[in-house]
């Protein structure tokens, strides 16, 4: 893994807090304490956190806990939402023609200046204009 900033997807910081995951728990656990241990932080975005609590809360996790994990992931580089990442998400929903949440994640990735995207959902190794799709559950 590279010194590359890194954006990480809601799907990977739910997998990490998912114990009935499996062998994907595992990998996205110790790929996340990976990022922990790094000396640039990751990025990621207030609508990543804002799903990642809503799976937490839909796996059964107390509200207090799912609280605390979000709060701990707002010590990483935060992406916000605001009229321009609107804007912006919706121009590369255009251009890739991927959905509209998919387009927000990009948007907030560029903004964060990452390179790297860690996402299970989108085309892996597909090249966003500057900003490469890996899935660390495979690598």
Not at 39 to 65: C, H, M, T
Not at 79 to 88: C, K, P, R, T
């Amino acid at each position: 893994m590279s010194a590359e900033h890194i954006f990480v997807d809601t799907n990977i910081l739910v997998y990490a807090h998912d114990h009935q995951a499996g062998e994907k728990y595992r990998i996205a656990r110790d790929r996340v304490a990976w990022l922990w241990s790094r000396p640039l932080p990751p990025a990621i975005s207030i609508q990543v956190l804002q799903e990642f609590y809503v799976n937490l809360i839909r796996k059964g996790v107390s509200d207090s806990e799912a609280k605390e994990a979000v709060s701990d992931y707002l010590s990483w580089d935060v992406m916000g939402n605001d009229g321009n990442l609107l804007l912006a998400g919706i121009d590369l929903r255009e251009r890739w023609q991927i959905s509209f949440w998919d387009g927000l994640i990009l948007a907030a990735a560029k903004r964060a200046g990452a390179r790297v995207l860690w996402s299970e959902d989108l085309s892996i190794g597909q090249d966003y204009g500057g900003l490469i799709v890996v899935n660390p559950l495979l690598t």
